[in-house]
Each structure stands twice: as C-alpha cells, then as structure tokens.
C-alpha cells in the first residue's frame, strides 16, 4: 500500500428511486403490475439475483450475501470511493472530511451519480455502528479499514461485512483486489473489471505521451512528523511513477517499509534522476519545507542543483491519494501528478 490515512458518506434520490423499484418488483399489488408485468417478474427477479447467495471468507469468518445488495454503508473513505466507483452511492459513510472540501476526484464522482451531499456518520470515536443500523443496510463495506479486528463483531450483526481474508491485507491488498472483492458480493464484477481497465489505460496513455520518463530513477520522499521517510524502496509495489515509466534508484534496496528514516546526515541518498518530496503534515513535519531546502546537504544533491526536484502538493490531496491509490484517486493522480513529473524531468 502507502503512506497517509483515510475513511467517509450518503444516499441520494437516485439510491431511493432504485430501492422503490425493487421493492415494486416484489410487491405486486401495491405497485399495481398488471398481468403481463407479473409474467416477466421471474425473469427480471433471476437477472437481479444471478450470482447470488455469494458467500466470501474473511480474516473474522465468512460473509454470506443472500441477494443483490441495493443499500450499502461503508467504515472508511476507500469503502466509499469503491462504492462509488461501481455506481453506488452509500447510504451512510463515515465523515472524513469533517467540514473540509470534498476532493476534486470524490466530488466528481458524487455529482455524475446525482448523489448530492453523502449521508455521513460522525466519526471522531470510530465506528458508530448505532448509525450504520438505523440505515438498515444490506451489506457493510469494510475493504479499507485498519479498525475491522474491533469492527467485526459489532457490524456484523447488522448486516454482512465484507472485508479480507488476512489481517496483514489491511496494509497490503492492492485498491484493484479491494475493489474486486467487494464487487462480488455486490455483484458488479464486471463493473469492477471496467474501471481498473480504465485505470490502466489512462496510465498507460500518459506514459506513452512522456518516453521521456522511462528509465529514469526516482525518489519519492515523505516528511512526516516523526522523520523524512524514503518511500521509494525496494519492497514497496511498483506505484503510479513506476507505471508511468520511472524506476527505483540503488538505494532503494537500503530501505525497507519499517526502516525508511533518512537523517540530515544522509540526505544524499534521496539523490536520484528526479526527486519528489511532498510536506503533508504541513507545520507537524520533523523540518519544515523551508528548513530542508535550505539544507547545504539538500542543494548539493544533484538533483537539486539540475532543477530535477519538485514538490508533491498535499493542499489538493494528491500526496494523500498518492498515499492511498483507489478506484477514484488513481486515475486523477496520474492527470495531476504527469505535468509536475514532465516538469522535473525536463528540469524546469
């Protein structure tokens, strides 16, 4: 995975139009279907249930999804963005942007779905699970959370959570499995399959716009409140600057996920092609941008010296989605990040 933190939303008209067509489709006579409506309802019931009971094993048990979810709650913002992205809109997430503006990639996807304002739970103690039940949801998403080892037994006698298999893949599942496992048990894998390969093709696009990337060494560095963390390394999966044609320097096999500080002694090891560092703690970072810049150690790096160094805002949330890829970030981060990276390496 990455580097930063999430979680987030609400129904919409659209959500309650869908729910009173189901429930149309099941309740003939107070919908008022004539005979020949009656005759088709098996048919249109078997296209609804097709793929279903789905049952799914879990790091807590297993999760049985009798039929076709219509309303969906998510525990996290990687929870909404997946729902989003398969054309659901939540009928309660948690309320990670307390105030703040919505990104520009949620938003997006909010406003073609027609959702409006999401239904949001408060979400400074954690999981209200009280407010998930009042919704009545017909499955949980729980794809993206680090709080699902508490989580589990009290959501799932609220409906059936669908999460992973192994503890460890809160940190490790890649956005494209999360998604993919919770389009089973919505039953919209080939949704699922049609935005990854959306993904793919619009990296792909802006790699082949930018030869000039490929092969060039990178590093990605991250100044967080405890230390200046090298994010490059060798065991981290080859992420969107790869994709899009860069490579690891040498040093990335010096760091690994839990031994990644760089000392101001060492500044040298950030040295690369091209160097990106982003500051999204902003004041709470171990130095401040000014203060690392100014470093003698930091402008000698050739890097630095050539022009071939840029900074990853984080004002905009592009470091934090960066952070943490999903099936609504990755495809902005790549529209956003590809002119700062041409800029770097082209040294201007």
């Known amino acids: 995975m990455s580097v930063l933190n999430r979680t987030s939303r609400r129904p919409a008209r659209a959500l309650a139009a869908v729910a009173a067509a189901v429930t149309c489709l099941g309740l003939l006579t107070a919908c008022g279907e004539d005979s020949t409506a009656a005759k088709d309802k098996p048919a249109a019931e078997a296209d609804a249930s097709a793929g279903f009971p789905v049952s799914l094993a879990n790091a807590w048990g297993k999760t ?49 779905l027609g959702a409006g304002k999401l239904k949001t739970y408060d979400d ?40 992973f298999t192994d503890k460890a893949h809160a940190d490790t599942l890649t956005w494209q499995d999360r998604l993919k ?5 919505l039953g ?10 959306a993904n793919e093709k619009a990296t792909a696009d802006a790699a082949a716009a930018h030869p000039e990337f490929k092969g060039k060494t990178y590093t990605y560095t991250v100044v967080h409140p405890e230390q200046i963390s090298f994010m490059s390394y060798a065991a981290q999966d080859p992420g969107v600057f790869e994709k899009l044609g860069f490579t690891k320097t040498d ?47 930091f402008q000698s790096l050739n890097a630095v010296k050539t022009k071939h160094f840029t900074v990853i805002p984080s004002d905009n949330s592009l470091s934090s989605a960066i952070a943490y890829p999903d099936p609504l970030s990755a495809p902005w981060v790549v529209e956003q990040l590809t002119p700062l990276l041409a800029k770097a390496a082209a040294g201007q």
């Open 124 to 163: 400074a103690d954690g999981t209200a699970y009280e407010a998930i039940a009042a919704e009545a949801p017909d499955v949980i998403l729980g794809m993206n959370t680090w709080e699902m080892d508490a989580d589990y037994a009290k959501l799932q006698p609220i409906a059936p959570v669908v999460t």
């Open 64 to 112: 049985q999804v009798k039929k076709k979810p219509v309303k969906v709650a998510t525990v996290s913002d990687g929870d909404t963005a997946i729902a989003l992205a398969l054309g659901n809109v939540p009928v309660i997430t948690p309320d990670v942007e307390d105030g703040a503006k919505i990104p520009e990639y949620k938003q997006r996807a909010i406003d073609k």
């Open 188 to 197: 919209l894998s080939a949704k699922a399959e049609e935005v990854i390969a």
């Open 251 to 297: 040093k990335a096999k010096n760091y690994a996920p839990d031994k990644n500080a760089v000392s101001l002694e060492n500044l040298d090891q950030l040295d690369a092609d091209v160097l990106l560092v982003t500051y999204p703690f902003g004041d709470r970072g171990v130095i401040s941008a000014t203060e690392l810049e100014s470093n003698k150690l």
């Open 181 to 185: 496992t919770a389009a089973k048990a």
